[in-house]
């Protein structure tokens, strides 16, 4: 922990936001917004080269988002207290114990600031029972907001452990109120002891069960529970680099391993003759269907499944692909997924990475394996947090 600083660096600034040091959400805001770039950009080399043992490739420079602040379409609050007394809001740094009273939090829009405040005051003037961890008794959870940022709609998802609809159909009513572009409030129901902001039952309080957000010129309907890139405009930039990199010509067969809702796959079904996506989560492979229709794209195929079962059973199919774009979680690669990948030997692959170590890990196997690393571009997705996303563009030699 450090006690004090006696000569600060060139480099800091002051927080904004007065929970800073309290609370887990932001770790960098006393970095300024330059100082942040450098040091993701660095991380992304370091690993390349330390842990990858990538050397002749371009780095490209870090791309950087448009909004320092304010960029989150989805944040979720916890619920704690009681009574009159009821907090909502993010936990304290690696305290799962502690929630902070998040007035204000500066990473989202004031109409969703503006939510947290209502819901707040309802639940402190309703005085409606909170859910004690250790006890199992109490209602409220979570509140999960989300908004459209294309297209303006919002959404409340108040996560309780009981279907009351009763006691918060008057709260939902108040929300759409006070911020009149609340296109949906659900209710989901955890009655579980685990305390996840996601219920095994969704009741629809006011509005729609969903909101419509737009990529670029596709139209996406997202749930409650559905996963969506949380920074909307420089996910646009992003998929639009991923677009470029894979240098589509029209005809192409192309893969989307770990499509999650097919964002990817959408944006590229335009350019390409068939997208097959690959997605462990049924839900997610349902909504990436669900949008495919909406949007009248009829070359997809959406797969569900672990890719290093589904891959391979693909290439026995006789399935070959020109380009494959990966976006795996944190883990990276499992080995008999990208050794499925080797087996497939595409001439091009754009591997999105949200960690730089297991890019690197995943990038080293390749390089063994006959591929060349061309460029990596770094791309600042969450400013204010040390969260580090990349493309990477790999061709095989
Ligand atoms: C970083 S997200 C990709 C999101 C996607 N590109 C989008 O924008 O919707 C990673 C996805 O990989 C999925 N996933 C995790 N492990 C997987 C596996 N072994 N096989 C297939 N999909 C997996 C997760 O469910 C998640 O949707």
Same mark, same amino acid.
């Given at each position: 922990?450090i006690?004090s600083?006696t000569v600060?660096?060139p480099?800091?600034v002051?927080?904004?936001?007065?929970?800073?040091?309290?609370?887990?959400?932001?770790? $960098?805001?006393?970095l300024d917004?330059?100082a942040q770039?450098?040091f993701?950009?660095?991380?992304?080399?370091?690993?390349l080269e330390?842990l990858?043992?990538?050397a002749?490739?371009e780095?490209?420079?870090?791309?950087?988002?448009?909004?320092?602040y304010?960029y989150?379409n989805?944040?979720?609050?916890t619920?704690?207290?009681?009574?009159?007394a009821t907090v909502i809001?993010l936990?304290?740094?690696?305290?799962?114990?502690?929630?902070?009273?998040?007035?204000?939090?500066l990473?989202?829009?004031?109409?969703?600031?503006a939510?947290?405040?209502?819901v707040?005051?309802?639940?402190?003037?309703?005085a409606?029972?909170?859910?004690?961890?250790?006890?199992? %008794?109490g $209602?409220?959870r979570?509140?999960?907001?989300?908004?459209?940022r294309r297209?303006?709609?919002r959404m409340?998802?108040?996560v309780?452990a009981a279907p @009351?609809v009763? #006691?918060l159909?008057?709260?939902a009513e108040? $929300?759409?109120? %006070?911020?009149? &572009?609340?296109a #949906?409030?659900?209710?989901n129901?955890?009655?579980?002891?685990?305390?996840?902001? *996601?219920?095994?039952?969704e009741?629809v309080? *006011?509005?729609?069960?969903?909101?419509?957000?737009?990529?670029?010129?596709v139209t996406?309907?997202?749930?409650?529970n &559905?996963?969506f %890139?949380t920074n909307?405009?420089?996910?646009?930039r992003?998929?639009?680099?991923v677009?470029?990199?894979c240098?589509?010509?029209?005809?192409?067969t192309?893969? @989307?391993?770990?499509?999650g809702?097919g964002?990817?796959s959408?944006?590229?079904?335009?350019?390409?003759?068939?997208?097959?996506?690959i997605?462990?989560a049924t839900?997610?492979?349902?909504?990436?269907?669900?949008?495919?229709?909406?949007?009248?794209?009829?070359n997809?195929?959406?797969l569900a499944?672990?890719?290093?079962?589904?891959?391979?059973? =693909?290439i026995r199919?006789?399935v070959t692909?020109?380009? *494959?774009?990966? @976006?795996?979680?944190?883990?990276?690669?499992?080995?008999?997924?990208?050794?499925a990948?080797v087996a =497939?030997?595409?001439?091009?692959?754009?591997?999105v990475s949200?960690?730089?170590?297991?890019l690197?890990? @995943?990038?080293?196997d390749?390089l063994?394996?006959?591929y060349?690393l061309?460029?990596?571009?770094p791309v600042?997705m969450?400013? %204010?947090?040390?969260?580090?996303?990349a493309?990477a563009?790999?061709?095989?030699?």
């Amino acid at each position: 922990m450090i006690e004090s600083v006696t000569v600060p660096s060139p480099h800091r600034v002051p927080a904004p936001c007065p929970y800073f040091g309290r609370c887990g959400g932001c770790r $960098l805001q006393h970095l300024d917004y330059p100082a942040q770039l450098r040091f993701k950009e660095k991380q992304v080399r370091d690993c390349l080269e330390r842990l990858g043992a990538a050397a002749d490739f371009e780095l490209r420079p870090i791309l950087p988002a448009p909004n320092a602040y304010g960029y989150r379409n989805k944040m979720e609050f916890t619920v704690a207290g009681g009574g009159g007394a009821t907090v909502i809001g993010l936990h304290e740094a690696d305290r799962y114990d502690v929630v902070l009273d998040t007035e204000r939090c500066l990473l989202q829009s004031e109409a969703m600031n503006a939510l947290l405040a209502e819901v707040r005051r309802q639940a402190r003037e309703r005085a409606l029972a909170v859910y004690d961890q250790e006890s199992g %008794q109490g $209602l409220l959870r979570f509140v999960t907001l989300r908004e459209g940022r294309r297209t303006g709609d919002r959404m409340v998802n108040i996560v309780a452990a009981a279907p @009351d609809v009763e #006691s918060l159909q008057p709260v939902a009513e108040a $929300l759409v109120a %006070q911020v009149p &572009s609340t296109a #949906s409030v659900v209710l989901n129901v955890n009655a579980k002891k685990a305390a996840v902001a *996601v219920g095994t039952e969704e009741h629809v309080l *006011v509005g729609r069960d969903h909101i419509t957000e737009r990529l670029d010129d596709v139209t996406f309907q997202v749930s409650a529970n &559905s996963f969506f %890139q949380t920074n909307t405009l420089q996910a646009e930039r992003l998929f639009t680099l991923v677009e470029q990199a894979c240098e589509l010509t029209g005809g192409e067969t192309v893969l @989307d391993l770990y499509s999650g809702t097919g964002a990817i796959s959408l944006l590229l079904a335009r350019r390409c003759r068939h997208v097959y996506g690959i997605e462990v989560a049924t839900a997610a492979v349902d909504d990436a269907i669900r949008n495919a229709r909406a949007n009248a794209i009829d070359n997809c195929t959406f797969l569900a499944g672990e890719v290093r079962h589904v891959l391979p059973t =693909l290439i026995r199919e006789g399935v070959t692909a020109a380009v *494959v774009v990966a @976006d795996p979680p944190r883990a990276g690669f499992h080995p008999k997924a990208l050794q499925a990948l080797v087996a =497939l030997a595409p001439a091009r692959i754009v591997y999105v990475s949200c960690n730089p170590a297991t890019l690197a890990r @995943d990038v080293g196997d390749l390089l063994r394996q006959g591929y060349r690393l061309e460029w990596v571009q770094p791309v600042d997705m969450f400013p %204010q947090t040390p969260h580090i996303e990349a493309v990477a563009r790999l061709r095989r030699a």
